[in-house]
């Protein structure tokens, strides 16, 4: 079986304006990447509509009542100091959550064997009600109810090896014992969330604090940590909640991951998940803000997924 790439052309309408660095061009370097490399075992798919009651399985009612109002006719609005929307931001930021729920609906039905989301906004720091560093909707979190609510499932990891704490699908998932979220991140950093302290009321958090200037054998080691979780829990269904800004390339931190190594972590966590997830593996992009690191990480990223039988 293939792997799916879910991506939509309506990213290009969540315009964030000059000099952000949540940037059209992140999701275009991904996509044109892809389309040169042409690889026949990739499914190339566009994210499905859904219902708004899957929203509100992640999100209150009020909270997407009010993103919903705040969609501006024209220019731009905040929805926190660095979280913009414009006119189409609508689309996308629907389409980012729809291509998650389009993800795991061709897994379960055995349309592909996994996949990835080349999508934007990000996600992972949307709170339950509240917008944050660049993130609308938590698309991950919404994933992992969507796994819970329609599938039946009662035991979902998260992975997030974005260099940033995703703060929001921790803040989601604190008390629900069906979750288990894992975090490799800069830290102290953006957003400050993320200490070894922070475990969940289950023990089904895993923060992996890293210091800036962390180096790539220095992380794949800390990562063993990772495994170590995912052996114990015994997921039944795996999230990646892919960020590519840990490469040493990235604007934004100061960890020292290249592409090859995104293509370690990826194998490492497949094979080690392998006995109890038997393959179902949906990744989302959340950041990644060198394009040139951006377009060779995913690349590996997926490279792994394809490999993975």
């Given at each position: ?5 879910i ?19 992140r999701v275009t ?9 042409d690889?026949k ?8 509509k859904?219902?708004k ?16 109002r705040?969609?501006p ?27 998650i729920?389009?993800?795991i ?30 993130c609308i ?10 796994l819970?609510?329609?599938?039946g ?29 894992i ?14 302290k ?14 800036a ?26 999230l990646f ?12 931190a ?11 972590i990826?194998?490492?966590t ?10 179902n593996?949906?990744s ?18 997926v ?7």
């Amino acid at each position: 079986m293939k792997t799916a790439l879910i991506t939509s052309d309506t990213y290009k309408n969540h315009n964030t304006g000059d000099g952000h660095p949540e940037k059209i061009d992140r999701v275009t370097a991904v996509i044109d990447n892809f389309k040169k490399l042409d690889n026949k075992n990739l499914i190339w798919k566009k994210p499905s509509k859904f219902e708004k009651s899957i929203l509100i399985k992640t999100h209150s009612s009020e909270y997407i009542d009010h993103v919903d109002r705040s969609y501006p006719q024209n220019g731009f609005n905040f929805l926190d100091g660095d979280t913009v929307v414009s006119p189409g931001s609508k689309e996308a930021t629907m389409d980012a959550v729809g291509s998650i729920i389009t993800a795991i609906d061709g897994v379960e039905e055995k349309e592909f064997k996994n996949a990835f989301c080349a999508v934007r906004p990000p996600g992972h720091h949307a709170e339950k009600e509240k917008a944050m560093g660049f993130c609308i909707y938590n698309n991950v979190a919404v994933g992992a109810n969507y796994l819970i609510e329609k599938y039946g499932y009662k035991k979902i990891a998260i992975i997030d090896f974005d260099v940033h704490h995703g703060n929001g699908t921790q803040d989601i998932f604190f008390n629900n014992e069906k979750v288990l979220y894992i975090s490799t991140h800069q830290f102290p950093y953006y957003p400050g969330s993320g200490s070894e302290k922070e475990i969940g009321k289950f023990n089904n958090i895993l923060n992996i604090p890293l210091e800036a200037g962390t180096s790539a054998r220095e992380y794949l080691n800390a990562y063993e940590l990772v495994l170590k979780k995912l052996k114990e829990f015994k997921p039944e269904f795996l999230l990646f909640s892919a960020g590519f800004d840990a490469h040493i390339d990235d604007p934004l931190a100061q960890l020292k991951l290249n592409a090859e190594d995104y293509y370690t972590i990826t194998k490492r966590t497949l094979e080690i998940s392998k006995s109890f997830c038997r393959g179902n593996v949906v990744s989302i992009l959340e950041g990644g803000y060198d394009l040139k690191a951006l377009q060779d990480s995913t690349q590996r990223h997926v490279d792994a997924l394809i490999e993975f039988n």
